[in-house]
């Protein structure tokens, strides 16, 4: 089921209300282009399910893990190696509150284990989507996935903008540099980012308060 940004945009100040929701959509459309019965499956040659009703979504998500596949699920692309630790059931990874939630959970725990030594708060937010996708800090860089998220936002920003008045963030890049470079070099993000990483103006911080480092979508150490 695909969604529209207003719809988003209201389950993720309901659900995810620490996270600002430039961030969290930008996420969900770089992870399921906003459809919340989505179905990764991370094996080569296996083509992913594309089901039609959530009870398709969790027959397939069951039948896949069930024969030992490690797979993808919902909004956020949740992996199903990290549904324990997130406290999600196969059934609610398809529910996109509880998805939206985890999401913010992952990239939570991830900012807050590189925040303090970030150089800069856009340097942490970068740095926490890699994470987020890979579990480490660097190889999101490398694949590209930072750059893809930034250049969700660059779509997704504009239409939070005309749903809803949210706080003005500036303008995210069209494009961005590629990142490759060796293994043991640090990678900086993007300096001209900008992300506006207040849920709303009142609040302070993206994200919710956590202990340690989750990796890949949510797996934790």
Request: aromatic content about 6%.
């Amino acid at each position: 089921m695909i969604l529209d940004v207003a719809t988003l945009l209201s389950l993720a100040g309901a659900c995810a209300p620490t996270v600002a929701p430039e961030t969290l959509i930008s996420i969900v459309h770089t992870e399921s282009r906003f459809n919340s019965l989505a179905i990764g499956v991370n094996s080569p040659g296996v083509r992913a399910p594309k089901p039609a009703t959530k009870a398709q979504a969790i027959a397939a998500a069951r039948s896949l893990i069930g024969r030992g596949y490690n797979i993808d699920l919902g909004l956020g692309q949740i992996n199903s190696a990290n549904l324990g630790w997130l406290g999600l059931s196969v059934e609610n990874a398809f529910e996109p509150c509880s998805n939206l939630a985890a999401a913010a959970r992952v990239l939570a725990t991830n900012y807050q284990a590189v925040a303090r030594l970030a150089p800069s708060r856009d340097h942490a937010i970068a740095t926490a989507l890699s994470m987020y996708n890979t579990g480490d800090r660097q190889r999101g860089f490398r694949n590209g996935y930072v750059a893809r998220v930034y250049a969700s936002a660059s779509a997704v920003i504009p239409l939070i903008r005309g749903t809803a008045p949210v706080a003005a963030a500036p303008a995210i890049p069209q494009s961005l540099p590629t990142f490759a470079p060796p293994p043991d070099t640090p990678v900086s993000p993007p300096a001209a980012a900008g992300w506006n990483t207040a849920a709303r103006a009142s609040q302070a911080s993206l994200m919710v308060f956590g202990d340690g480092a989750a990796s890949q979508k949510g797996q934790h150490p």
